[in-house]
C-alpha cells in the first residue's frame, strides 16, 4: 500500500521511479490534517487544512538528467509527508518525466518541453510516451487550478538545469504575457532564489510555463538553476536559496521582500533565433561557451551551407547554442538586454 509506506519514508520519487510508466491514485490525510493524493506517477497533490490564496505547482525533471531541481522536489516531498514542513498553500508537484529520470537522459524520444499548448497531438499526433505524457500534464495542471475556481493566485516553477555553464549561473524564462505587465513581487521571489538574470519572451512557445501563463493566467516561470550534473554530485549548497524560498513559498513563511529596483536584475528579450537549416550547420565559438556570452559587432557566430549569421547588436549574446539539433529546430537563440520600466505592476 504506497500510502502506508509514503508516510512512513516520505519517498514519492522512489515510488515514482519504481513505477515510470503510471501509478494507480491513491489518497490519504497526514496527522496534520494535510490531504494527500497521488494522481499518477511523479504526480503528487497536496491540500493543507486551511488553504492559502495561492495554487503553486512545482515541477521538476521535464528533462530527465536535471537531477538537481529533481532531489529539490523530492526533498520537499518528503518533508510535507513526514510532516516536518507545514503546507499553507495548495501545492502540485510534478516529476516531469520519470522513464527518463531512470535513464539518466533529458528525453528518451522527444524533448517534453517542446510539447505542450497541444503540440503533442500535432503532426504524427499521441505517437510516444512524451507526447502522452505532456498531453496527461496538461490535464493534471487544469485539474490543479479548475478545482479551486478562479479569481486565487495560480504559479508554476518549473525547475531545470542548464546542458552549459552561464555567464549569470542561474537565470530564468518568462514566458510571453501577450501584452500583460511583468509583476515586481515575481521578480522579487526570484531574486530570493538567487535569480537575477530574466529572459523575457515576446512569442508563444510550447514549453510547459508558457502553457501555464497562457491557459491558466499563471505567474509562471522556467527556472534554470544551474548547470546539469549526475545524481549526488551537485554541490546543494548552490541552490540552498533556491530550496529555502521554494519550501517558504509552500509553507506561507516568505519573509517580506526588499523594494524593487530593475538595476538588481539582468533583463533580456530576445532578438533573434537562429534555427538549423542545413545538415552544414555550424557554430564558430567554442562548445562549451557559456549561456549569456557576448561578442563584438561582426564577429561569425555561425553558419549553415551558404548562409553567415554574425552579431548585429551591441549587447548580443547567445543562449542554448545547439549545433546538434534536428533541421527545423532552434540552433540558439540571440538576445539583446531590454529595460521594462513602466511595463510593471
Ligand atoms: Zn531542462
Redesign the pocket.
Known amino acids: 500500500m504506497p500510502a502506508q509506506q509514503l508516510k512512513q519514508d516520505g519517498d514519492f520519487l522512489a515510488l515514482t521511479l519504481a513505477n515510470p510508466d503510471g501509478l494507480s491514485p491513491a489518497h490519504f490525510s497526514l496527522d496534520n490534517g494535510t490531504q494527500v493524493e497521488i494522481w499518477d506517477t511523479g504526480v503528487i497533490y497536496f491540500e493543507p487544512a486551511q488553504c492559502g490564496q495561492q495554487d503553486i505547482v512545482l515541477s521538476c525533471g521535464?528533462?530527465g538528467n536535471?537531477t538537481a531541481p529533481i532531489e529539490i522536489c523530492a526533498a520537499l516531498v518528503r518533508d510535507l509527508l513526514l510532516g516536518k514542513l507545514q503546507l499553507s498553500e495548495r501545492l502540485l508537484v510534478l516529476f516531469g518525466n520519470p522513464a527518463a529520470i531512470n535513464n539518466g537522459t533529458r528525453e528518451i524520444e522527444e524533448n517534453l518541453?517542446r510539447l505542450f499548448s497541444g503540440h503533442h497531438s500535432k503532426g504524427a499526433g499521441l505517437i510516444n510516451a512524451e507526447r502522452r505524457r505532456a498531453q496527461a500534464l496538461e490535464n493534471y495542471v487544469s485539474r490543479f487550478y479548475q478545482q479551486a475556481g478562479a479569481g486565487r493566485e495560480r504559479a508554476l516553477y518549473d525547475l531545470?538545469?542548464a546542458i552549459r555553464g552561464s555567464r549569470f549561473e542561474k537565470f530564468a524564462v518568462c514566458p510571453f504575457l501577450h501584452g500583460k505587465p511583468w509583476k515586481k513581487a515575481q521578480f522579487q521571489l526570484l531574486a530570493a532564489c538567487e535569480v537575477s538574470t530574466v529572459l523575457l519572451m515576446q512569442t508563444p512557445a510550447s514549453t510547459f510555463s508558457y502553457y501555464a501563463s497562457n491557459s491558466h493566467g499563471a505567474d509562471a516561470f522556467t527556472v534554470e538553476l544551474g548547470k546539469v550534473r549526475p545524481f549526488g554530485e551537485n554541490d546543494m549548497r548552490r541552490f540552498a536559496k533556491a530550496e529555502q524560498t521554494l519550501r517558504a513559498l509552500v509553507s506561507g513563511t516568505l519573509p517580506p521582500f526588499s523594494e524593487f529596483r530593475q538595476a538588481d536584475f539582468q533583463l533580456y528579450e530576445v532578438y533573434r533565433s537562429i534555427n538549423k537549416q542545413t545538415q552544414d550547420f555550424k557554430l564558430h565559438f567554442a562548445d562549451d561557451v557559456e549561456n549569456f556570452t557576448s561578442y563584438p559587432l561582426g564577429s561569425l557566430l555561425a553558419t549553415d551551407g551558404d548562409l553567415e549569421y554574425r552579431v548585429e547588436r551591441e549587447g548580443e549574446a547567445i543562449i542554448f547554442p545547439n549545433a546538434k539539433v534536428a533541421i527545423g529546430q532552434r540552433a540558439m537563440l540571440m538576445v539583446v538586454p531590454k529595460d521594462i520600466s513602466g511595463q510593471l505592476i
Open positions: 521535464v528533462h536535471e518541453n531545470h538545469t
